[in-house]
């Protein structure tokens, strides 16, 4: 790859503004930003001028021609991640994807089969995994230093009003994948799949009860795992008071991290069980969650050839745990890990054309 990595921006929103454009500044000597992708070819004009950016053009598969990137990251709206990211895995461009990855599982992997082995990859941003508290623990819990995990609580509940979802993709299945399951507590539910591991069932409620959308607006869920351990999962997205809260309870241990968008080390409680065994807490570092401590990984991966983490089966994870949950909700059964396949209905949307799964 040339030094520094040329990357292309697919989708010039506030994610791309705030989020991604900011971050390859701070590494201009690994990466620079040479085109970006919108909806029209004024929006990205628009964006290219602000940015300083060469390229601005409405065409992905003729950006991809004559830019030729090495990573091309993708912000757009949900319902364009799948297409675009395969557009980019076959011009040879590595991808890094806002959540939700796609809007189904078939959608995710017609991602996976674009890919080739020792790259390009397509991962996922699922930037709460990569604060240094969180690795730490994820060593300790795996190494069973701190005993087996018993009970988790996984909370996202943060607001959303009208005016958030009289965006016109929002809030709709066909655009956005589902609710605040899909499109908020993604990340949280990803930070739990990352400390507890693998799940093997779950059961699940969902309601529409307050905003006018044809998803839901609240979604419950009852989970366990293949170590045995149980845990309750609630999304909204009408909660006055946010929050974003994970606690686990260990046999040596409970852990507990309160926070909303982001954390360091100091959101986090550590409380050892009577008598046991000391360990290192905090650790050293205090590297906060973000964008910049994913992207740095990828960017090494991407130089080295090797998987980055949060793509394939890895990246994969979440978002069947998600499509379980919708599957568990509209249909009131138990729903098993790796049940849902190509034939399944919820394999290709999360509402399944289950009956009532549509606003009258």
């Not at 799949?193 to 905003?211: F, I, T």
Request: aromatic share 8%.
């Amino acid at each position: 790859m040339p030094s520094p990595l040329r990357v292309a921006v697919v989708g010039g929103g506030q994610i791309a503004r705030h989020a991604h454009l900011p971050l390859f500044r701070e590494l201009a000597e690994e990466v620079e930003v040479v085109a970006v992708v919108d909806a029209t070819e004024e929006l990205a004009r628009a964006f290219a001028d602000e940015f300083g950016l060469a390229h601005a053009s409405a065409d992905l598969d003729r950006t991809l021609a004559e830019v030729r990137p090495g990573l091309v990251v993708i912000t757009s709206p949900p319902a364009l991640h799948s297409a675009q990211a395969v557009a980019a895995l076959r011009a040879g461009a590595w991808v890094w994807c806002e959540k939700p990855p796609c809007l189904s599982l078939a959608e995710y992997d017609a991602m996976l089969a674009a890919e080739r082995e020792g790259g390009p990859f397509a991962a996922i941003v699922f930037q709460q995994r990569f604060g240094s508290s969180s690795q730490h623990l994820r060593r300790l819990i795996a190494e069973g230093t701190l005993g087996d995990p018993y009970v988790a609580h996984c909370q996202t509940t943060w607001f959303r009003d009208d005016a958030y979802y009289a965006v016109p993709w929002r809030g709709r299945w066909e655009s956005e994948g589902g609710g605040p399951a899909m499109g908020l507590g993604i990340h949280q539910m990803d930070l739990m799949l990352e400390l507890l591991g693998d799940w093997s069932e779950v059961r699940a409620m969902a309601a529409r009860l307050a905003r006018d959308v044809e998803t839901d607006d609240v979604t419950t869920a009852l989970v366990r795992f293949s170590s045995g351990a149980l845990a309750t999962v609630v999304n909204s997205a009408l909660s006055p008071r946010q929050v974003s809260h994970l606690r686990i309870d260990l046999a040596g241990a409970t852990l507990e991290l309160t926070h909303l968008y982001g954390y360091s080390n100091a959101d986090w409680t550590y409380t050892p069980a009577r008598d046991a065994a000391e360990i290192a807490w905090p650790p050293p570092e205090d590297v906060p969650s973000s964008h910049a401590a994913q992207l740095r990984g990828l960017l090494d991966d991407l130089r080295a050839g090797r998987r980055p983490r949060g793509s394939g089966e890895d990246g994969r994870r979440s978002l069947e745990l998600v499509t379980a949950m919708y599957k568990a909700a509209l249909t009131g059964r138990t729903v098993r890990a790796g049940e849902i396949g190509p034939g399944d209905p919820f394999y290709r949307s999360l509402h399944g054309d289950t009956p009532g799964w549509q606003p009258a």
